[in-house]
């Protein structure tokens, strides 16, 4: 298991000219209002992620997959959660508040298989994926089109 951090906004979500990233929830097809594709400092893992609402607004829900970072060439590949790949998703959602705090809840994937092309010399991304987190008993399909941030 590892550890992630993130950064966590109460402005406006902003998406990158051109992404896209997009997910199936309870039968209800949800467009991101943000979206992030990056490479952690250490090039290390390659994340993506999708973001709808915000914090201060009470409606946060989020979607991200990470995979490991294997060079600067062109790659196509089907990772599926325990195959030994390095594959990990998780997603956070706005949770009613203790006073005085705001509660941030986070749950791994049970089950997710993502299948990305990912192009780092150009900096883009497409992907598919499917992920159950049985926690929650949430079940997401979706898909992106990414552009490298750094």
């Known amino acids: ?3 992630h951090f993130f950064l966590a906004s ?14 199936m929830r309870n039968g209800e097809l949800i467009t ?6 990056t490479i952690d400092g ?5 994340s993506f992620t999708g973001r709808t609402g915000s914090y201060s607004s009470e409606n946060n829900f989020s979607v991200t997959l990470l ?19 390095g594959l990990e998703s998780f997603h956070q959602y706005w949770l009613p508040p203790f006073p005085g705090f705001d509660v941030i809840g986070s ?4 089950n997710v298989e993502l299948t990305v092309r990912l192009d780092p010399r150009k900096g ?8 159950d987190f049985k926690k929650r008993r949430v079940s997401i399909t979706g898909k992106f089109n990414l552009t490298l941030q750094q």
């Open 1 to 3: 298991m590892s550890t």
């Open 42 to 46: 250490g090039r290390t893992s390659w």
């Open 67 to 85: 995979i490991p970072y294997n060079g600067e060439e062109l790659f196509e590949r089907t990772y599926k959660l325990g195959d030994g790949q």
């Open 124 to 131: 883009t991304a497409e992907g598919n994926f499917i992920a």
């Open 107 to 110: 749950d791994q994937a049970n």
């Open 32 to 37: 991101a209002q943000s979206s992030l594709f």
């Open 10 to 23: 109460n402005g406006k979500c902003i998406q990158p000219p051109g992404d896209n990233f997009q997910w």
